[in-house]
């Protein structure tokens, strides 16, 4: 059971430069979301889905797009790299359990923007 | 405005001591739910603990507790009996509402265990 998987993990970019980074989870989760650590930042929201063919926006979500074509993937495209995006994001899952949101992590993608 | 707020960046506390790491919250909803993380330095997210708006007692996970106080809208982690592994980054977290399956996250706190 991989849980949720992100790739790639390390990555470096020109400014400029569109890439996408991937997620998957096999969990059979309807909840994803990407999010991206900056140091004393803490975990920003960019953008969520609550299942196949529905997200929305997070708390910071320009410069990225997201789609959610099937229930395991859920991919963070950069549209046009700036510095400012260099972080780290962190794809995640949700397993509501009554009240408790379990959140599930993947192991997160360090992109530098140069 | 819905928001967690971690004031604490770093703290140290010494093996086997108990250690408190603190956490505010805001939201004007009755029904909410908090949460901490752990974070170690090989970066993925552990579920520690979980506290329910209107669960009335103080949630305990093993070594970890939760100090629930409503009114001061506070949601502080206890860790007791501190472990060397303990080390690594501790963020809060809230689900504003039940509605949402939204996670906001505090801005988190280093936690160093030495011997």
């Known amino acids: 059971n991989a849980g949720v998987t992100q790739t790639p993990k390390f990555q470096v970019l020109k400014t400029g430069q569109s890439m996408t980074l991937q997620c998957a989870q096999d969990?059979?989760?309807?909840?994803m979301s990407w999010y991206r650590q900056d140091p004393g930042m803490g975990l920003r929201l960019i953008h969520y889905?609550?299942?196949?063919?529905?997200?929305d926006q997070g708390e910071v979500p320009n410069g990225y797009n997201v789609s959610r074509s099937t229930t395991e993937d859920f991919p963070l495209r950069l549209l046009s790299a700036a510095p400012s995006q260099t972080s780290v994001y962190f794809c995640?899952?949700?397993?509501?359990?009554?009240?408790?949101?379990?959140?599930?992590f993947g192991q997160g993608t360090r992109l530098t923007v140069v | 405005a819905q928001k967690i707020t971690q004031t604490q960046p770093g703290m140290f506390v010494q093996e086997k001591e108990a250690v408190t790491l603190d956490c505010t919250y805001d939201?004007?909803?009755?029904?909410?739910?908090l949460f901490w993380y752990k974070q170690p330095s090989s970066g993925e997210m552990i579920f520690l603990i979980y506290?329910?708006?209107?669960?009335?007692q103080n949630a305990t996970e093993g070594r970890y507790s939760l100090n629930f106080q409503k009114a001061r809208k506070s949601a502080n982690l206890v860790i007791s009996a501190s472990q060397l592994g303990d080390s690594a980054m501790y963020f809060c977290?809230?689900?504003?509402?039940?509605?949402?399956?939204?996670?906001?996250f505090g801005t988190g706190t280093r936690l160093q265990v030495f011997p």
């Open positions: 995640a899952t949700h397993q509501p359990r009554g009240p408790v949101i379990v959140a599930f």
């Open positions: 969990m059979n989760h309807e909840y």
């Open positions: 889905s609550v299942g196949a063919g529905i997200t």
């Open positions: 939201t004007s909803d009755q029904s909410y739910g």
């Open positions: 506290q329910g708006s209107y669960d009335e």
């Open positions: 977290a809230m689900r504003p509402d039940y509605n949402t399956d939204k996670l906001i």
